[in-house]
């Protein structure tokens, strides 16, 4: 059974950080690209990176400078690092795994962004 498991989600001040992670299980993680995805209440749910299996890596504009997506391929993990959060990142946040034409997706976690 796959498993997509995101976690630290939270609420931030504007120019706060947080560190999501994406824990996946029930399959050949080394394999699969991962990214990230999110979606704000009345909008579609839209890519902000992805790392491919040989780790090079693609980013929204919109994000570009101030988030940074990792893997760790040893603990079937992908990380997204954003820094200089603005409202405009609140959103729940997905991870997605793709090989080929299979697609896991996570449950998301939710990321708030507020004074």
């Known amino acids: 059974q796959v498993q997509l498991v995101e976690s630290g989600g939270g609420s931030v001040q504007p120019g706060g950080s947080l560190i999501l992670s994406c824990a996946a299980s029930?399959?050949?993680?080394?394999?699969?690209?991962m990214a990230w995805y999110r979606q704000a209440p009345g909008k579609q749910r839209e890519i902000v990176a992805s790392?491919?299996?040989?780790?090079?890596?693609n980013y929204a504009d919109s994000v570009k400078g101030r988030f940074t997506i990792s893997r760790d391929n040893a603990k079937n993990t992908v990380y997204l690092q954003m820094n200089s959060l603005k409202p405009d990142d609140a959103a729940v946040y997905y991870c997605?795994?793709?090989?080929?034409?299979?697609?896991?997706w996570g449950q998301g976690t939710s990321v708030t962004v507020s004074s």
């Open positions: 997605r795994a793709r090989f080929n034409n299979e697609y896991y």
């Open positions: 029930g399959i050949i993680f080394s394999r699969y690209t």
């Open positions: 790392i491919t299996t040989g780790g090079s890596t």
